[in-house]
């Protein structure tokens, strides 16, 4: 039997009944854009995350790009952010007409290390961007001191990290403005591409809703520039029978890390680390990523066994080459970000994993050692 690295097939029989229900019905309304799921889907997670306001958005690269576009972020700023993350971190920056300006990573959490972002501000600075990375939230309470003491924005990348906790706030809760994303393969996602966007500010939320819908203020009245952003109908359908076990899932992500933990904490080999995940902390575990000496080496024996492992992330932002090119700074060292790009390497986890599924896993990685 092969190991699925997500298993959404299982998932889908678990909630197959509500998941069909829920499609049915767009189809019989036939409302696909803009439909009543949308504004049902937005206060649901307007309200599990805690904010005022929710905007559901077509992917989790517009749920970043589109709080940049609304703050008024563009040629000449500069953002703040980690230099190891998915690309579209730094992607929005620029699209946005920014400039990014990379930090290094803190080392046990891989998330931006918050002693060196004061160093990089500039008078261009405008924004920080940390990344919620791998399901754990960056150390939010710092980074919101650091803004405010520099009258900065900060836009958490809550990618991979919805349902995470700081302090028992929700990640999307401790910013200004937040985009996560609802691609398949996160701890919450649709059947497609799929994004939301969470703030509290009563009139940053309406600049979001115009720039979703084209820059229109009205139908046939655009007073600013936007972008066609929506998320459709069906989509928000799916998102909202998945949410009804939500919590459950979040429970048992918990449940295969934690045995995964306890599993690994007799392996000693040089350059092997499970994840770190602070005291003050709830992680979503959108990846179970550990740290091996030799990757290559590693990966092989796991195949192998028949056991799937990822990558993320194999290159550093600032290394790929169109952003050498056009972002980096080439006598920036950001050591701990590449050294992490080197070793880091993720194993299936998902809500539905057996035990008996989970012991393979786990008996491949001990023999691979």
């Known amino acids: 039997m092969s190991i699925p690295f997500i298993d959404l097939k299982a998932q889908y029989k678990a909630l197959k009944t509500s998941i069909d229900s829920r499609i049915h019905q767009v189809l019989e309304h036939g409302v696909y854009v803009n439909g009543p799921e949308v504004v049902e889907l937005e206060k649901a997670l307007a309200a599990y995350v805690g904010t005022k306001h929710c905007l559901t958005i077509a992917n989790g690269t517009d749920a970043l790009w589109v709080p940049l576009m609304a703050l008024g972020i563009g040629q000449g700023d500069e953002v703040i952010t980690t230099a190891f993350s998915f690309i579209a971190t730094a992607e929005v920056i620029v699209l946005a007409g920014a400039k990014p300006v990379y930090v290094d990573i803190d080392p046990k959490t891989f998330n931006i290390d918050v002693n060196k972002i004061e160093a990089a501000i500039t008078p261009k600075t405008k924004a920080i961007m940390p990344v919620s990375l791998y399901g754990q939230m960056a150390d939010m309470d710092k980074i919101n001191a650091i803004a405010k003491k520099h009258n900065l924005h900060v836009i958490e990348d809550a990618a991979q990290s919805f349902g995470a906790k700081y302090n028992n706030n929700r990640s999307g809760s401790m910013s200004i403005a937040t ?191």
């Open 179 to 369: 985009g996560t994303s609802f691609f398949p393969a996160k701890p919450l996602g649709c059947y497609g591409d799929g994004g939301a966007i969470f703030t509290n500010d009563d009139n940053l939320v309406k600049v979001i809703k115009e720039i979703r819908e084209h820059g229109s203020e009205s139908r046939y009245y655009h007073t600013r520039l936007g972008i066609n952003g929506r998320l459709d109908t069906i989509q928000c359908a799916i998102l909202l029978a998945k949410m009804d076990r939500y919590d459950w899932e979040l429970d048992q992500r918990q449940r295969v890390a934690d045995r995964y933990n306890d599993a690994f904490s007799s392996i000693k080999a040089d350059g092997f680390s499970t994840p770190f995940v602070a005291t003050n902390c709830n992680s979503a575990w959108a990846q179970y990523t550990l740290t091996v000496k030799d990757r290559a080496a590693f990966q092989k024996k796991m195949t192998d066994a028949g056991v799937p492992t990822s990558i993320h992330y194999p290159r550093i932002m600032p290394d790929q080459p169109w952003y050498k090119t056009h972002t980096a700074d080439p006598n920036q060292e950001l050591p701990v970000a590449r050294w992490a790009a080197e070793h880091v390497i993720s194993l299936p986890i998902y809500p539905d994993m057996d035990d008996a599924t989970q012991d393979k896993v786990i008996a491949a990685v001990k023999g691979a050692f």
